[in-house]
């Protein structure tokens, strides 16, 4: 905590959050955003990502938040938590039946890209305007749909893995 009792590191911290609440959300916002929460949710991130899977949602999350600000993070995080979750339920049992994901359950890029493709067409669209302001609302219904339709598909399948007969 000394470091925020010198006098030029206030004026430091002030100008981070203002980058940080940039709205509508700049690149620089979303990479400094995702920088701080990619450092302090490491120890998680590291339970449900190999490193390159690490990287691979660093993209994402920038993506994401440039496009839908905190809103759209959010949402990608608890698509993130909840799908680490169900992976890891009876985790023991998948693996002594060959069906665990690899990694113990630790997702790679391929797995990264393949479960965003659709929200990350989404945020780009955002981003970029197509459609103008009318579309707008059709890009974020889109996203928000892509990844609820994937972590439904996510807990289905892990959970009928541990409990059910077929998946």
């Not at 949710?41 to 839908?68: D, E, K, N, Q, Y």
């Not at 809103?71 to 680490?84: C, D, E, K, M, R």
């Not at 659709?118 to 749909?145: H, K, N, P, Q, S």
Request: glycine share 10%; charged share 15%.
């Amino acid at each position: 905590m000394q470091f925020l009792h010198r006098p030029n590191a206030v004026p430091l911290v002030s100008r981070a959050m203002d980058i940080i609440q940039s709205s509508p959300p700049t690149w620089q916002s979303a990479v400094l955003s995702n920088l701080l929460i990619f450092v302090v949710g490491t120890p998680l991130l590291v339970a449900g990502l190999s490193l390159s899977g690490i990287c691979a949602a660093f993209l994402l999350a920038t993506l994401t938040w440039r496009a839908f600000g905190s809103p759209g993070f959010l949402l990608v995080a608890s698509y993130f938590v909840i799908g680490t979750a169900v992976t890891k339920v009876k985790m023991a049992q998948k693996e002594a039946q060959g069906i665990a994901e690899k990694r113990k359950g630790r997702r790679g890029p391929g797995s990264v890209i393949g479960s965003s493709a659709a929200g990350c067409v989404c945020a780009v669209l955002t981003i970029y305007g197509v459609g103008g302001e009318a579309f707008t609302r059709l890009w974020r219904l889109g996203f928000i749909a892509s990844f609820c339709t994937k972590l439904s598909d996510t807990v289905s399948s892990e959970i009928g893995k541990a409990y059910g007969k077929t998946t």
